[in-house]
C-alpha cells in the first residue's frame, strides 16, 4: 500500500527529470574534471562513469532499515542516495585528485564524506563517497538536490560487483564462507592497488 504510493510518485516524470537533470549536470563537470586532469597528468584518468536512479524497492528497503516509514517524504528527506553516480580509475591517487576538484566546485555542497578507501567496512568494501547538495534552478525556483558519488579503482569496483552478486543484501547465515574469502580478497585487491600506483610511479620517473 505505501510502496504503491512511493512508487507512483517516484515514477512521475517531473521528480524523474529533475533527477536527470543533475545527472547530467554532474556528468558535464566529471567531463571538464577528465579534460583538467587528463591534459595535467598526460594521462586517461576516469575510466568509466555510471549512474542510477534508486528504485522503489531498494528505497523502501533502505527506509525500512534505517527505521523510517516508507514513505515519498520520508523517502526524499532521509535518503542520501537516490541519486548515485559512480566514477571507476585506475589508481588510487587519482581518487582523491577527481574529488578535490568536485569539492571545489562552487555549486556543489559537500553533506558527508565518507572514506572507506582508508577504512574499509567490515566486509572489505572499499569506496569514497562523497554526497553533495546540488541546485537545481528552474525559472525563479531553486531547490537542492541530495547526490552520493562513489569515487574508486577498478579493483574495488570488481570487488563491490562480486560482493553485490553474492554477499551484499544476501542472508547473513549462508554468507559465513564467501564473506570471510572476500573480506580476503579485499586485502589483497588493497595490497594490488597500492602495487600498480608504484609501478605508474617508477614509469613515471
Ligand atoms: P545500492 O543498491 O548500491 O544502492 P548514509 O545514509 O549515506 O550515511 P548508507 O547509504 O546507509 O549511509 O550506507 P553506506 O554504507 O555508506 O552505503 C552506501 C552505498 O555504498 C550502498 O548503497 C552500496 O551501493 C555501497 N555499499 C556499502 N557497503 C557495501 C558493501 O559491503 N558491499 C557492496 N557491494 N556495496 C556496499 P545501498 O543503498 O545499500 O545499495
Given amino acids: 500500500m505505501y510502496e504503491d504510493v512511493l512508487k507512483q510518485k517516484l515514477s512521475d516524470p517531473e521528480f524523474l527529470l529533475k533527477k536527470y537533470w543533475i545527472v547530467q549536470h554532474i556528468e558535464f563537470k566529471l567531463q571538464m574534471i577528465e579534460l583538467e586532469l587528463s591534459a595535467k597528468h598526460n594521462r586517461t584518468m576516469i575510466q568509466k562513469v555510471e549512474h542510477r536512479i534508486k528504485n522503489a524497492e531498494s528505497i523502501a528497503r533502505k527506509l525500512v532499515k534505517k527505521g523510517f516509514k516508507i514513505t515519498f517524504e520520508n523517502a526524499d528527506k532521509m535518503l542520501n542516495d537516490i541519486i548515485g553516480i559512480r566514477v ?106 597500492k602495487q600498480m600506483l608504484e609501478l605508474r610511479r617508477n614509469a613515471e620517473q
Fill in 88 to 193: 571507476v580509475c585506475l589508481y588510487r591517487d587519482d581518487i582523491y585528485r577527481i574529488a578535490d576538484l568536485l569539492k571545489q566546485q562552487k555549486d556543489f555542497t559537500l553533506i558527508k564524506e565518507k572514506d572507506y578507501i582508508t577504512n574499509p567496512k567490515k566486509s572489505g568494501y572499499q569506496s569514497l563517497h562523497l554526497i553533495f547538495d546540488i541546485p537545481l534552478v528552474y525559472k525563479e525556483a531553486e531547490e537542492l538536490q541530495r547526490v552520493e558519488i562513489q569515487l574508486r579503482t577498478v579493483a574495488m569496483d570488481f570487488w563491490a560487483g562480486v560482493d553485490n552478486q553474492i554477499c551484499y543484501k544476501k542472508n547473513p547465515a549462508k554468507m559465513k564462507t564467501a564473506e570471510l574469502a572476500l573480506k580476503n580478497y579485499s586485502t589483497e585487491i588493497s595490497k594490488m592497488d
